[in-house]
């Protein structure tokens, strides 16, 4: 399951292992395979794999029913796993009926965005009142001072807009884009592992990790970037198997009928315009446009997809991969994804951009016409002088927030959970808010933003894992996976000065689970492993699987805010420091 026959891009033909460059022939002591492949086309356009010829006459299935299985379950497998997803995700989604953590920033900013198209100061009590009159408050004109983009703001407004202002309306666009990215995942995993069943695993995976279950049920915006970047990222994968798929068709084919190595064709062809190279030039420009840091995963995932180019031009037989790069794909490169990703950006400010430059509009709207008249820029539009200064100012907010927080953590802990966010708690009395009558005490209710323990304790390891095989395997799934975490998690280490939080992560929840499943395809074996082999790494994968799939459901009271006796709730708190 985990074979790099599709990953290592070590030209065919290549010297045997002891007429190698030293630091191949030095790597190899730690593991280091990449050794020549003969089939040139399964290494650019591997296929996917299927299940052995001894599984379906075991089970008593036709060749013909097997064949429709095998079809069906591309689709099959990730649809049923978004339907679990779904499910879990929607039920009781109203509860708890209340504006948590957050969501008394977002909710209420969604709401003016899509009445004013710009953010307003609400009364202090505004929370209550909304709860209160079933969302039926008025929107209030003063321009308020927000610190994130629009457009999260504006996806959680949708679902506003269609079933109003209360929990179940602001938190329906999240759950259900929550609910989308597990299927997104499903199919990203299928197409990078070329397996139904790792695909849907890992998609699996995190439907029960328990932190972007929660993220999918609060209105908050880190759950909306987490959807953009791996909808881009989906995009790019799929694009790099395009473009494989073109320089296949482009090679000559000899007398056997097997295809051989150009570097006529791999050192000049064009791939063309791209086209999923744009959508996610599109999709890391919404990510942009609602935190700021998709600016460093735009900026990793434009490196990666150019390493991408350089490894199908050399698999091709390219004598100068990187110079080809450099000329042929660079440019669109750049151009699919920085440019579009800056007016998509722009484009998501048009609601403020509109808005009054008379002092009745967006915050700082008028900037250009008072405090900023005069100065070198002046024959730039006002609304973008007053834009940038707003930006700049945001900025300044952003490098200086050091206010101290109960549940502020540093990145270190975030993957070993260190320090969760409790976003709602109460101490209900027995017989009131679901407390059992006979609890005997007070219970407990809370919603802690807190991925499933079994499951981010795994992808420690199955870090290390992948970072092995990227390293000595030479496997570009491993590296597409070290680099999505990378991108969503190591620029937080720059501003460990800064008031930041463990939720941050859901970002990268996709690439842990994504570590995860090719773990355990590891565990597992490889199908030309015996039976025995099979059998003892089939049990210990289908074990540590149980063990999360437990782990979710034991702490989902924590999850949903359903509550539980004291000493229930005490059990679960299984560090001193989530509590």
């Given at each position: 399951m985990t074979s790099t026959a599709s990953s290592t891009d070590i030209r065919q033909g290549r010297a045997p292992h002891d007429e190698r460059p030293a630091w191949q022939q030095r790597l190899r002591r730690f593991?280091?395979?990449?050794?020549?492949?003969?089939?040139?086309?399964?290494?650019?356009?591997?296929?996917?794999?299927?299940?052995?010829?001894?599984?379906?006459?075991?089970?008593?299935?036709?060749?013909?029913?097997?064949?429709?299985?095998?079809?069906?379950?591309?689709?099959?497998?990730?649809?049923?796993?978004?339907?679990?997803?779904?499910?879990?995700?929607?039920?009781?989604?109203?509860?708890?009926r209340k504006v948590i953590f957050d969501e008394t920033y977002y909710a209420?900013?969604?709401?003016a965005l899509v009445h004013r198209g710009f953010e307003v100061n609400w009364d202090k009590n505004a929370n209550d009142l909304i709860i209160q009159a079933n969302g039926h408050v008025a929107v209030p004109t003063d321009a308020a001072y927000v610190?994130?983009?629009?457009?999260?703001?504006?996806?959680?407004?949708?679902?506003?807009?269609?079933?109003?202002?209360?929990?179940?309306?602001?938190?329906?666009?999240?759950?259900?884009?929550?609910?989308?990215?597990?299927?997104?995942?499903?199919r990203i995993g299928r197409r990078m592992f070329r397996s139904t069943f790792l695909g849907c695993l890992a998609g699996a995976l995190m439907a029960v990790d328990g932190l972007h279950f929660v993220m999918s049920r609060t209105a908050l915006l880190d759950g909306v970037l987490m959807f953009f970047v791996l909808a881009a990222f989906g995009c790019l994968v799929i694009d790099r198997d395009r473009t494989r798929e073109r320089l296949a068709a482009a090679l000559?084919?000899?007398?056997?009928g097997r295809l051989r190595p150009d570097d006529g064709v791999a050192d000049t062809l064009r791939f063309g315009l791209r086209p999923w190279r744009w959508a996610a030039g599109v999709l890391l420009g919404l990510a942009i446009g609602t935190k700021?840091?998709?600016?460093?995963?735009?900026?990793?995932?434009?490196?990666?997809?150019?390493?991408?180019?350089?490894?199908?031009?050399?698999?091709?037989?390219?004598?100068?991969?990187?110079?080809?790069?450099?000329?042929?794909?660079?440019?669109?490169?750049?151009?699919?994804?920085?440019?579009?990703?800056?007016?998509?950006?722009?484009?998501?400010?048009?609601?403020?951009?509109?808005?009054?430059?008379?002092?009745?509009?967006?915050?700082f709207r008028n900037w250009a016409a008072t405090d900023g008249k005069g100065g070198s820029w002046t024959f730039l539009p006002d609304w973008l002088r007053s834009l940038w200064h707003y930006e700049h100012e945001v900025y300044k907010f952003h490098v200086g927030l050091s206010s101290p927080h109960t549940y502020q953590s540093n990145p270190w802990s975030w993957l070993v959970l260190g320090r969760p966010v409790s976003y709602f708690y109460e101490s209900p009395s027995p017989g009131a808010d679901g407390c059992p009558a006979?609890?005997?005490?007070?219970?407990?209710?809370?919603?802690?933003?807190?991925?499933?323990?079994?499951?981010?304790?795994?992808?420690?390891a199955a870090i290390l894992y992948v970072l092995w095989r990227w390293a000595f395997r030479r496997d570009w799934r491993a590296g597409a996976i070290a680099c999505g975490i990378a991108a969503g998690y190591l620029p937080w280490f720059?501003?460990?000065?800064?008031?930041?939080?463990?939720?941050y992560a859901v970002v990268f929840v996709p690439f842990l689970c994504l570590a995860v499943a090719m773990l355990i395809g590891a565990i597992v074996g490889p199908a030309r492993s015996t039976d025995s082999r099979r059998v003892i790494g089939a049990t210990a994968a289908g074990v540590l699987v149980l063990l999360i799939a437990w782990n979710f459901i034991y702490f989902w009271p924590l999850y949903t805010g359903t509550a539980i006796p004291l000493d229930d709730w005490r059990s679960r708190m299984w560090i001193d420091t989530w509590v």
């Open positions: 593991g280091y395979t990449a050794g020549p492949r003969s089939d040139l086309r399964d290494r650019l356009v591997p296929p996917y794999a299927e299940p052995g010829p001894r599984l379906w006459p075991a089970l008593g299935v036709s060749p013909r029913l097997a064949e429709r299985i095998t079809r069906w379950s591309a689709w099959g497998g990730p649809l049923l796993v978004t339907l679990m997803a779904g499910l879990l995700r929607f039920w009781n989604l109203g509860s708890p209420k900013d969604a709401w610190v994130h983009p629009p457009v999260g703001k504006y996806v959680i407004g949708i679902g506003e807009l269609v079933f109003g202002l209360d929990p179940f309306g602001w938190r329906f666009m999240t759950a259900l884009l929550g609910t989308v990215s597990v299927l997104l995942l499903c000559p084919v000899d007398a056997d700021w840091n998709g600016l460093y995963i735009l900026a990793a995932f434009c490196l990666m997809a150019l390493v991408w180019d350089v490894g199908a031009r050399k698999v091709a037989g390219a004598r100068h991969p990187y110079l080809a790069v450099l000329k042929y794909d660079t440019g669109i490169t750049f151009l699919a994804t920085v440019p579009v990703a800056v007016a998509v950006y722009l484009l998501s400010w048009t609601g403020w951009i509109l808005s009054p430059a008379d002092g009745s509009g967006g915050y006979d609890a005997g005490q007070k219970c407990a209710r809370e919603v802690l933003a807190i991925g499933t323990p079994l499951l981010w304790w795994a992808a420690c720059m501003y460990q000065q800064r008031t930041i939080f463990l939720f």
